[in-house]
C-alpha cells in the first residue's frame, strides 16, 4: 500500500516556476481530494484487518469463561479451583531399597584414596535401620570435627533445643559492686543485643544500659566497682591433648562460660590467636559499656575488675539471654565451631548435674548416646570437637547417630537437621560438590565435615533417587597430608548415594 501511495502521490511544481495562480489552486484543490480518497482507502484497509481481531478478541473480555477456555489445552485454561497446598510430603515407606551390591560397585570405586591410609564407611536405611554397605563399619577410627554431632545429642538432649543461657549481673556482697556471672553464652555482643542473630543476640551494651537502670532505682550513684564470676566451668581451660599449634591458630582457645564472639576478637574473625582470656575480657568491656551508660544517670564506675563468687543468694538485677541452644547446635555444625562445641559438651554435663569440665563434657557425651541405645563401649573420647587425634569412633556409630537424628524416637535431636551443612551451598560444603564427578550431590548432600592433618571424615544423610533416606558415614585415617583427592573420594561416595535408584 506504501508503493501505490508514493505512485499516486501528484507532482507538484512551485509557482516560482510560472505556474499560473489559477492553475495551482486548481491542482491544489485535485491533489487534496486525491489524498482524502487515499486516505479513506488506508482506512478502510485497516477497519479490515483490525475488525476481525476484535471479533476474536472481544469474547474474552465479554464471552463466559466456559466459551473462551474452548478449544485450549488444559494447561492453557483458567483452573476452576485452586490446588490445596500440601507443603513438602514425607517420604514413602514404600520406595524401594537399594540393592547392597549396586550401592557397593559404586561406593568401592569412589572410595579410593588419594595416595596412603584407607576409608571405612557405613551406609544404613534410615527407616528400617538395615545396613546396605560397610567396610570396616566397626573398626575404630580418629573422627575430627564428625565429633560435633554426638555433641549436639548430648546438647540436645541434655540441655533442651529451646533452653537459653543466662548472662547476669547480681548485686555483690559488699555495697558499691556487682558480679557478672557468666552462664555458659559465649557468643555475647559487645553492643547492644541483637534478638534475631544467634552470634549476639545478647549484648553487654543492653546488659550494662538495664544494669543502670536498676541501680538508678536502688538510688545507688556510685563509685561502682565490677566482679567477675566466672566460676561455672572447672577443670582445666585448655585441654592438654590438643596441639599447641592449633591454639595458635585459634583453632580454639582456653574455655569460658562467657565470652565474645564465640571466643574471639570480632564477630565472624577466622583464623590467628585468639583472647586467652576471654571472659575477663568480656567483664572489662561490659565494665566500659556500664561506665558509658552510667555517666548521664550520674553514676560512677571503677575500670578494674576483679574475679569472685557471686553470693548463692544474690539479687539479679539484670540479665540478657543467649540464642536457643537449637540455634548455637546449628551454628555449631554448619560453622565446625571447635570453641562452642565445647562448651556445649560442658553445659550438656552441667545440666545432667555433672562438672562443667572437660572430663564431665565426655561423660555426658557417652551417656546421653547410650540412652540412645547406641553402643559406646569401644568409643575414645579425648573431647567433645574433634581436634584431640585420641578420639576413636566408628563410622558404625556415627551413622547411628545420624539415624537417630532424623528418624529416631526422641524428636528433640530433630533440631540439628538445619545445621548440616548443604552441598555446594552452605557451611563447610559450600565450595565442594562443584565438579562434574560430584555435582549430583549438590544441595541433595546433608553431612558434617572433619578434617584434620591426615583425617577426612563425612558423615550426614541424602534422599536417593527412589525417595529413600540413607545414613552414611565414610572416615579415612593415615591419609597423605594435603592429597586433594580424599575429599572428592568422600564426595564422589555421597554423590553416589544421591543420584542412584540402585535397583
Not at 573422627?143 to 554426638?150: D, G, I, Q, T, V
Not at 591458630?249 to 562467657?258: I, V
Not at 547410650?370 to 558404625?396: C, E, H, K, W
Request: glycine share 10%; aromatic share 4%; hydrophobic share 45%.
Amino acid at each position: 500500500m506504501k508503493a501505490q501511495l508514493q505512485a499516486a502521490a501528484p507532482e507538484t511544481q512551485s509557482d516560482d516556476q510560472g505556474t499560473p495562480a489559477i492553475e495551482g489552486a486548481e491542482k491544489s484543490r485535485r491533489s487534496r481530494a486525491i489524498s482524502g480518497l487515499q486516505w479513506l482507502g488506508l482506512v478502510a484497509a485497516i477497519a479490515a484487518l483490525i475488525v476481525p481481531m476484535v471479533l476474536n478478541i472481544a469474547p474474552a473480555f465479554t464471552a463466559p469463561q466456559q466459551a473462551s477456555a474452548a478449544g485450549l489445552p488444559p494447561w492453557q485454561r483458567a483452573p476452576e479451583r485452586l490446588s490445596a497446598s500440601r507443603g513438602v510430603e514425607p517420604l514413602d515407606p514404600a520406595a524401594p531399597l537399594p540393592l547392597p551390591a549396586k550401592l557397593a560397585t559404586q561406593l568401592d570405586a569412589a572410595l579410593t584414596p588419594d595416595g596412603g591410609g584407607n576409608f571405612t564407611a557405613v551406609v544404613q536405611d534410615a527407616l528400617s535401620g538395615d545396613v546396605l554397605y560397610e567396610r570396616d563399619g566397626g573398626k575404630n577410627r580418629v573422627p575430627a570435627s564428625n565429633m560435633k554431632l554426638l555433641t549436639a545429642v548430648a546438647a540436645l538432649r541434655a540441655i533442651g533445643p529451646e533452653t537459653r543461657f543466662s548472662t547476669q549481673v547480681l548485686a555483690g556482697a559488699k555495697s558499691g559492686t556487682v558480679v557478672l556471672r557468666g552462664g555458659g553464652d559465649v557468643l555475647l555482643a559487645a553492643g547492644r543485643s541483637a534478638p534475631e542473630e544467634v552470634m549476639g543476640r545478647a549484648g553487654l551494651q543492653t546488659l550494662a544500659a538495664e544494669t543502670v537502670q536498676a541501680l538508678s532505682k536502688r538510688g545507688v550513684t556510685g563509685p561502682i566497682s565490677v566482679q567477675l564470676d566466672d566460676s561455672l566451668f572447672t577443670g582445666k581451660a585448655l585441654n592438654p591433648a590438643w596441639s599447641l599449634e592449633d591454639v595458635d591458630a585459634g583453632e580454639t582457645a582456653p574455655l569460658f562460660p562467657l565470652a565474645m564472639n564465640g571466643g574471639r576478637d570480632a564477630p565472624g574473625a577466622a583464623g590467628g590467636p585468639r583472647p586467652q582470656d576471654a571472659a575477663l575480657d568480656a567483664a572489662r568491656t561490659f565494665t566500659a559499656k556500664l561506665k558509658s551508660e552510667g555517666a548521664a544517670a550520674g553514676l560512677t564506675v571503677r575500670t578494674a575488675v576483679v574475679r569472685a563468687v557471686a553470693p548463692a543468694d544474690a539479687e539479679v538485677l539484670a540479665d540478657v539471654e543467649s540464642a536457643t541452644v537449637r540455634q548455637q547446635v546449628d551454628l555449631m555444625l554448619e560453622t565446625s565451631d571447635n570453641y562452642l562445641a565445647e562448651v556445649l559438651g560442658r553445659m550438656a554435663s552441667h545440666a545432667s548435674g555433672g562438672p562443667a569440665s572437660n572430663d564431665g563434657a565426655t561423660a555426658a557425651v557417652r551417656t546421653q548416646l547410650g540412652q540412645l541405645g547406641i553402643d559406646t563401649a569401644s568409643m575414645r573420647l579425648s573431647d567433645v570437637s574433634g581436634l584431640s587425634p585420641a578420639n576413636q569412633v566408628t563410622t558404625r556409630q556415627f551413622a547411628e547417630v545420624v539415624r537417630a537424628i532424623t528418624s529416631g524416637t526422641d524428636t528433640r535431636l530433630r533440631a540439628a537437621l538445619a545445621g548440616f551443612p548443604v552441598a555446594g551451598l552452605t557451611g563447610t560444603l559450600d565450595d565442594r560438590y562443584v565438579d562434574a564427578s560430584t555435582a549430583s550431590g549438590a544441595g541433595l548432600v546433608r553431612a558434617k565435615t572433619g578434617t584434620l592433618n591426615s583425617v577426612i571424615a563425612l558423615s550426614g544423610y541424602v534422599v536417593d533417587a527412589d525417595g529413600r533416606l540413607l545414613v552414611f558415614s565414610f572416615i579415612g585415617n593415615g591419609l597423605t597430608p594435603g592429597a586433594a583427592g580424599n575429599k572428592v573420594a568422600l564426595d564422589r561416595a555421597a554423590s553416589a548415594l544421591a543420584s542412584c535408584g540402585c535397583r
